[in-house]
């Protein structure tokens, strides 16, 4: 089993940054690719990108590429989405979670997942 614990969300202003974090333990951190997704109210939850286990490749989904950035810290036993030029419609709970594959951009090749972080983006 692997925990993974969000935080970092708030609420922000339009062209803001704020940067998550998710903590991990349990099973190795580095055994998994991590990824990032959003859930607004009332839409289906999108991937929004993902890290290879070492790190090296990353991908993200088209509405982010060039704002968004993910990373990871394998003796933290943490991943990072720090998010650049925030826009109203960024507005949703972000949940990162562990798979076994990369890339992995459908939530149901994730095998774990965290509680998500609301973040709010005010116009």
């Known amino acids: 089993q692997v925990q993974l614990v969000e935080s970092g969300g708030g609420l922000v202003q339009a062209g803001g940054s704020l940067r998550l974090s998710c903590a991990a333990s349990?099973?190795?951190?580095?055994?998994?690719?991590m990824g990032w997704f959003r859930q607004a109210p009332g839409k289906e939850r999108e991937f929004v990108a993902t890290i290879r286990r070492s790190g090296k490749n990353t991908a993200y989904a088209d509405s982010v590429k060039g704002r968004f950035t993910i990373s990871r810290d394998n003796d933290k036993n943490t991943a990072y989405l720090q998010l650049n030029s925030l826009r109203p419609d960024d507005t949703a709970v972000y949940y990162c979670?562990?798979?076994?594959?990369?890339?992995?951009?459908?939530?149901?090749?994730?095998?774990?997942w965290g509680q998500g972080t609301q973040v709010t983006v005010s116009s």
């Open positions: 349990g099973r190795t951190f580095s055994n998994y690719a």
């Open positions: 979670a562990a798979s076994d594959y990369y890339p992995a951009l459908a939530w149901n090749s994730y095998k774990y």
